[in-house]
């Protein structure tokens, strides 16, 4: 499992790294060529946006909107990964769909893994279900993300949707939020129908969980991590 969690470490941040800050111009390749490009742009140059401040700034919003889209990516396959080794859960519920409502149109989104109690027995069985709020659920789906930071209005009635039809189905909805950093009032309107975990709580969770210290398993990677992310932020000095 160590190995399968490393790799994924490796593969995500790799992405980032091979970041190319031009992919969406076919007439820009270095930043000279965008400042040029910026010169001759008359929404931006009358108000000196045709500078080099202006561009690492540009640049490298994208680049950190990029990072933070794989770090999700990355914590959900570390979950999936926990997930099957430490619970054997089947493939088919790593990522169990359920059919929600968006704008009054029946729509299949899937979930980031489905526990079902009746797969297990004794102290197991005892152990899971003593994490939910309702005893009386027939088992957990969880929604993993690593920070909340999109305001939209319905993303987030989507994945209030979500919730409800979960918990149709009798199972209890958990999302885990792995940042303290999340904007504050999605976050406060989703703990309405998420039973809701947020920075070191969801790390904790994790290990009530599985019995892996999820958290600990990132600081013992810190030099693979350092190595990737000195990298990232060295492409715009």
Known sequence: MIAKLRSALEKHLQKVTDFDPFKKWDDINTMEDFLLKLQNDPAFYPFFLNNEMYLKARISGNLITSLHKKLGDLYEEMFHIILEHKLSVPPGDLKFKVTIKIDDKDQERSTDGLIRFDNYSGCTKAKLVKLTKNPNVQGIVFEVRSCYQIG??????????????????????????????SLES????????????????????????????????????????????????????
């Not at 209005?153 to 039809?165: C, G, P, V």
Request: charged share 30%.
């Open 152 to 181: 939209d209005s319905k993303r987030i009635q989507a994945d209030e949707n979500m919730a409800f039809a979960l918990k149709l189905l009798k199972y209890e909805p958990i999302m885990l939020i792995f940042c303290n950093t």
């Open 186 to 237: 999605p976050v406060a309107r989703l703990k309405k129908s998420w039973n809701l975990f947020e920075g070191k709580k969801s790390f904790d969770f994790v290990t009530k969980l599985s019995g892996f210290n999820l958290l600990n398993f990132l600081k013992q990677e810190k030099e693979l991590i350092r190595k990737h992310i000195d990298k990232i932020f060295l492409m715009f000095n």
